[in-house]
């Protein structure tokens, strides 16, 4: 049991270091602050779900240029498989290599591909074996309670933003049927002029209630969408520009 106390010390606390590398960097880039974190609280799973991946697989390993390899390929293949399933499930793209040289579908490319490979390195052979001590003390006097808190935490984290994206979802489909009849309504009024008055009424009662929808959008459903300004949707690329534009109106 104290192994997985350890790995989930160690998932957290990577999760808690990823999320400051992306603010700082998103501070450097943007000269502004960004809260990158996925769930509510201070984290990026996907840094400490990687890390962990990295512990066990490469914690073997004593060859730099193995390391470097095998590290690049884990963490792009759990990059990918995390695009992909967010877009699956969600219909929303959060990040997109699209432009970058050797890309594979937006989700992974070439160059981060090369740096997360450079950062296993230093990850396995500089980072994890000073953090190690630190959580392994931690695990051996305390592993158990602070195991049971932040796991409650965690998981009550992860409930309410799995919820959060999927009254998202439920927006951008009552967001995508308005829009539709907005439109079909006003492809109506231009054939039919005679009434003209009446559906003028209508289209206002249609974008009355569009406005409606989109004030439902949480306070944490706006922050998602802000920190990820190239976000994409394939189903729903229409409802998703509107709900950015409605975001930079209000928010």
């Not at 190239?230 to 409802?239: G, P």
Request: charged fraction near 20%.
């Amino acid at each position: 049991m104290e192994r997985y106390h350890y790995l989930f010390l160690c998932f957290i606390f990577y999760s808690f270091l990823g999320w400051i590398i992306e603010v700082l960097y998103h501070i450097y880039k943007d000269k502004r602050f960004i809260n990158r974190g996925f769930l509510y609280g201070p984290i990026c799973p996907i840094y400490g779900f990687s890390a962990v991946i990295l512990i066990i697989t490469l914690g073997k390993y004593q060859n730099p240029l193995l390391i470097f390899i095998i590290g690049s390929l884990i963490a792009s293949i759990i990059e990918y498989i995390t695009g992909y399933l967010l877009e699956l499930f969600f219909h929303t793209k959060w990040w997109d290599y699209s432009n970058e040289k050797y890309n594979l579908k937006g989700y992974i490319c070439l160059k981060f591909s090369i740096y997360w490979g450079a950062f296993s390195l230093v990850f396995i052979k500089l980072i994890h074996p000073n953090v190690s001590k630190i959580i392994t003390t931690i695990n051996q006097k305390y592993g158990e309670i602070v195991y049971n808190i932040i796991l409650v935490i965690f998981i009550m984290d992860t409930l309410y933003t799995i919820n959060s994206l999927i009254e998202l979802k439920s927006i951008f489909i009552e967001l995508k049927e308005i829009l539709d009849e907005i439109k079909n309504t006003i492809e109506m009024r231009n054939e039919m002029i005679k009434l003209e008055n009446n559906l003028e009424g209508r289209i206002e009662n249609l974008i009355y209630l569009k406005n409606k929808i989109l004030n439902r959008l949480s306070f944490k459903q706006k922050l998602l969408i802000k920190s990820y300004p190239k976000i994409k949707s394939i189903k729903f690329e229409n409802e998703l520009q509107h709900v950015i534009q409605h975001i930079k109106e209000k928010f």
